[in-house]
């Protein structure tokens, strides 16, 4: 799971070509803080930056992590103050639904996306038989995370953990992924200069944090190497791997858009509200199109990804089980949304 803030990160991985933070309004953290830190105060503290690097070298020690790893994975690091920059920048607007799903799911990454699957039919037909997670899925998240493995983000993985680890905000929580980052180095992985990622540390083809990278990326191409930067077979097994574990059920899909009746209570609507598809046909609910829902007798549940203007719900999904494996991965009903609207179309 990736916290908040990296759900945000993620978004603006997407969308380089944009020069401020995309945000919805569902994805919104609630008590978003505003840090009113300047530049010159984050500069400020690099006189004490080495000084606190001896200190993660001892805890790093501590915790077994070799010399000669902590020798070449901690030399010449520095704060950047990019990165401060991009981690206190404020959303500055609210994209709909069908705006972020235009920028995240184009019509030139649908066509990639299926040659992407046709190109690795067999590696994916592997996965599917070993992890049970259809490819179509796992091609999905490897479009959106990282392009297909184009966009890994352009950050040394080990400084940019170290700035933000030394930055104050959330030092707890990123000094101990670069503890973890310093274990996959010293487990001979990846080397420092080959452990890119985006500015908050997410890494490689899967954009896998360290600790999701130790709890969850795996060696498919049997090389005794995990390398979730250059293998695309160990980036997808890794991906596979993680759904399988979040609890993916092979005998269903994500969900789909639906219409609602005319005075349709929303009260209904909630994630943790699932009812029969027999049921929510009775109560009018119809796909997309109108026409009527499966006869399978699963669960599912509606949802208003986002909220318009004056309290009106929106669009309406109806979500599977497995809506919510994808929300592990990524805690936002839009990113969700597009990796199912794109695992749709690929095949
Ligand atoms: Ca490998």
Sequence with gaps: ????????????????????????????????????????????????????IEGVKEEAREGGISEFTLHYALRGIHPIPRIIELDRRQPEFTLTLGQYLNRTIPASRVKRARRKFAENRELLKELQEKYQVPGRFIVALWGIESDFGNHTGGFSVINALATLAHDGRRSAYFRKELMNALTIIDQGHVTPGDMVGSWAGAMGQAQFMPSTFLNHATDHDGDGRIDIWNSSPDALASGANYLRKAGWNPDLTWGREVTLPKGFDSELAGKDKPRYLSAWSWYGVKRADGGPLPKRAIKGAIIFPEKKKGGKPGRAFLVYDNFPVILDWNRSNFFAIAVGRLADQIY
């Design 1 to 52: 799971m990736k916290p908040f803030f990296l759900v945000l990160a993620a978004v603006f991985l997407l969308t380089p070509q944009m020069g401020t933070q995309a945000q919805t309004a569902a994805d919104a953290p609630e008590n978003y803080e505003i840090i009113d830190t300047t530049m010159a105060t984050a500069i400020g503290t690099m006189g004490a930056f080495e000084q606190w």
